[in-house]
């Protein structure tokens, strides 16, 4: 049985556990995902506590000035043995990207809506911008003097990705409130900012044009849809993770609705697909239903199969969400 936890609750299991600590977070990891994962890290090391840090996928070049992130580890499969597992920013074991996480207990904590108990204690949050952010709020009620500069600056770098540099509608004003106490405890916003945001290759702008000339419409232009083939990376030289934010560009668009970015993931007929709303349509549930999940205006899923089908049946689902919120609206 998974047990539902409060935040109180949540620091004072944390200030208790005992043994080996190994904290993990999604594959693919963005800033949220590395953000609360190693400020975890440093502030159980600053407990006293034996931790390790381990993801299934190495860290994208962008996130190199946070501290810490060369004791991260990463691989396909976890060794050792552990008493307890930190699992952050995920809702769905299968995001995490091992088959097997070899510890007696562990505790989830997260923010997505679409997120099912898997271990043996969770705290999900929802409405909250950000793991960072949840996870600022449990520290300050554990031990708040133990939030030094590399804590506050690792879950400010989430706050600011999960939030688009807090303009997305998961900005509260509770964020901003939490990104000032962070900037009292050292955080330099423009270097946080800088590193993340002003370091492009140029492999990246080639993998951009090669991208948006696949921009196309569906549902009379309230769907603008973008695609990555596995073959632009070997043309620009680019990295994965170097065409997050392209789907900025699609939904930046007048009268679209959704925008959709379809990435061809390697192996044969595989696609990762990221869904993002202007507000009516909640992509989280089309997501769910597609095996997926993610919050109203940010979600994904990964799925098999030709790419004509996978975008007949996702825009199926789109229309149907559109009708819907069509009928609320005149209702
Ligand atoms: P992105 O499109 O940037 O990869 O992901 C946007 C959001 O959608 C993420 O924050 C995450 O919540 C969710 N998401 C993306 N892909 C998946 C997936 O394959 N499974 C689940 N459960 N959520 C996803
Ligand atoms: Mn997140």
């Known amino acids: 049985m998974s047990k539902g936890l409060t935040r109180s609750e949540v620091a004072e299991l944390i200030k208790g556990m005992t043994g080996k600590i190994l904290i993990t977070t999604h594959k693919n990891p963005d800033g949220d995902a590395i953000g609360s994962s190693l400020g975890w890290y440093h502030f159980l090391k600053k407990l006293g506590k034996e931790v390790k840090i381990f993801y299934r996928d190495r860290i994208p070049y962008f996130f190199d000035f946070l501290p810490g992130v060369n004791e991260v580890e990463s691989g396909p499969e976890i060794k050792g043995e552990f008493d307890w597992v930190i699992i952050t920013d995920v809702s769905d074991p299968k995001r995490t990207g091992f088959e097997n ?11 997505h809506i679409t997120a ?19 996870s600022y709020g449990i520290m300050k009620i554990a031990e708040p003097e133990l939030i030094d500069t590399p804590i506050a600056t690792s879950l400010y770098t989430g706050i600011v990705t999960d939030t688009g540099s807090f303009n997305y509608s998961n900005t509260s004003p509770r964020t901003l409130k939490i990104a000032s106490e962070l900037l009292e405890r050292g955080v330099e916003p423009y270097r946080v900012y800088s590193s993340l945001f002003e370091r492009n290759r140029i492999n990246k702008f080639k993998l951009l044009e090669l991208v948006l000339k696949t921009l196309d419409f569906a549902l009379n232009g309230k769907v603008a849809h973008i695609t990555l083939y596995r073959k632009f990376l070997e043309e620009t030289g680019a990295y994965p993770e170097e065409s997050e934010g392209f789907i900025s560009y699609p939904r930046s668009i007048n009268g679209v609705e959704v925008a959709v970015f379809f990435k061809e993931v390697e192996g044969k007929g595989k696609w990762k697909v990221s869904l993002r709303s202007k507000g009516k349509v909640n992509v989280a549930k089309i997501a769910k239903k597609l095996g997926g999940g993610g919050h109203r205006m940010a979600a994904g899923y990964e799925t098999e199969g030709d790419l004509k089908e996978i975008k007949s049946k996702l825009f199926k689902e789109i229309e149907l969400a559109l009708e819907e919120s069509y009928y609320k609206s005149i209702l």
């Open 101 to 111: 996480i070899p510890a007696k207990k562990s505790l989830v904590i997260d923010h």
């Open 116 to 134: 099912e108990p898997f271990t043996d204690y969770y705290i999900v949050e929802p409405d909250i911008s950000s793991t960072c952010e949840l």
